[in-house]
Structures are given as structure tokens and as C-alpha cells.
Nanobody, 125 residues
Framework: QVQLVESGGGLVQAGASLRLSCKLS????????MGWFRQYPGKEREFVAA????????DYVDSVKGRFTISRDNAENTVDLQMDSLKPEDTALYYC??????????????????WGQGTQVTVSS
């Protein structure tokens, strides 16, 4: 069974940085594109960033472009999300996920088969 464990969330002030990490308990980690999503209370989960298998392609939602960076280490089975210049509106529960849909958009929740438990990020103003 594929398991993902996120870490690195916390409470910070606006303008600060956090680095989220997600470890995948799967030997074939390198064959999967990966994504980060976030969810506000009472809202649908939304796309934040995605990275291709070899890390040659990355994609970001417009609201985090230039502030967040997604990366991966296939040898360590990890995918990270470096979050700089954090804003109060970044406050959410953040999830990493494994993309498992040959034709689906990497921005769609439905294209991801496995999810972590989430890590809370809170940014105070």
C-alpha cells in the first residue's frame, strides 16, 4: 500500500518561509508525477504545484508563482514544497499526492490516487 507522510507545517508570521516535505513509502517513487494541494475550511481541495517524474517540468497556481518552489529527490522518495514570502491567505491544510492518471490534468484532484494526511500551515498577519 502506498503511504505518504507530510511534515514541516507550522505557525509563522507573514513574510516568513516554511518547507513542507512529503515522503512516499514506495520503491517506484520515481515513476510518479507528484503534486501539492491545499484546502481551506469548508472549501474544496485546490491545486498548488506539481512536478514531473524527472523534475524537468513544474507547474504552479498563479497565486504562488515566484514564492513557492516544488522539488523532488527520487533517491530519497521525497517531494518538497519551499514556501517563501508567506501570506495569511496561504493558511490552509496542505496535502501531497501521487498522480496516477495518464490523461488527466495534473491540476485536478481526481487525477491523484494517493494522498497524505495533510500538514497545517498557518500564517499570521
Amino acid at each position: 500500500q502506498v503511504q505518504l507522510v507530510e511534515s514541516g507545517g507550522g505557525l509563522v508570521q507573514a513574510g516568513a518561509s516554511l518547507r513542507l516535505s512529503c515522503k512516499l513509502s514506495q520503491r517506484a517513487f520515481g515513476v510518479y508525477p507528484m503534486g501539492w494541494f491545499r484546502q481551506y475550511p469548508g472549501k474544496e481541495r485546490e491545486f498548488v504545484a506539481a512536478i514531473s517524474r524527472g523534475a524537468g517540468f513544474t507547474d504552479y497556481v498563479d497565486s504562488v508563482k515566484g514564492r513557492f518552489t516544488i522539488s523532488r529527490d527520487n533517491a530519497e522518495n521525497t517531494v518538497d514544497l519551499q514556501m517563501d514570502s508567506l501570506k495569511p491567505e496561504d493558511t490552509a491544510l496542505y496535502y501531497c499526492a501521487v498522480y496516477n492518471d495518464r490523461d488527466g490534468s495534473r491540476r485536478n484532484v481526481q487525477s491523484y490516487a494517493y494522498w497524505g494526511q495533510g500538514t497545517q500551515v498557518t500564517v499570521s498577519s
